[in-house]
């Protein structure tokens, strides 16, 4: 496990957009598979993106085509860039990180989770 550190949440309207960061600290590499899930009310934890060392991506469904996910290795460091945000949108966005090149969709995967941070979309 990694300690993970998120920032960048907050209020939005509709159609704004976020850019959530999230680094890793002590010991890490660049084979660490890192990326966001989320938690909106009355659903499953779902995925939003995830990314491997080797910049191979794969992004949920709930937000493909508006999000999209960096990697900076030499800081160990993601970012979430998402556009054309939307009320349902809103929820508790988590970092998680596992030392893996294997990208997988179940949050059950990941072994290092952040604490969350909140995205709110008004319309």
């Known amino acids: 496990q990694v300690p993970l550190v998120e920032s960048g949440g907050g209020s939005v309207q509709t159609g704004g957009s976020l850019t959530l960061s999230c680094a890793a600290s002590?010991?890490?590499?660049?084979?660490?598979?890192m990326g966001w899930f989320r938690q909106v009310p009355g659903k499953e934890r779902e995925l939003v993106a995830v990314?491997?060392?080797?910049?191979?991506?794969r992004y949920g469904g709930s937000m493909e085509g508006r999000s999209t996910i960096t990697r900076h290795n030499g800081k160990h460091t993601v970012t979430l860039q998402m556009n054309s945000l939307r009320p349902e949108d809103t929820g508790v966005y988590y970092c998680?990180?596992?030392?893996?090149?294997?990208?997988?969709?179940?949050?059950?995967?990941?072994?290092?989770w952040g604490q969350g941070t909140q995205v709110t979309v008004s319309s």
């Open positions: 990314i491997s060392g080797t910049g191979s991506s």
């Open positions: 002590g010991r890490t590499s660049s084979t660490y598979v």
């Open positions: 998680v990180a596992r030392q893996t090149n294997t990208i997988m969709n179940a949050a059950r995967f990941y072994d290092s």
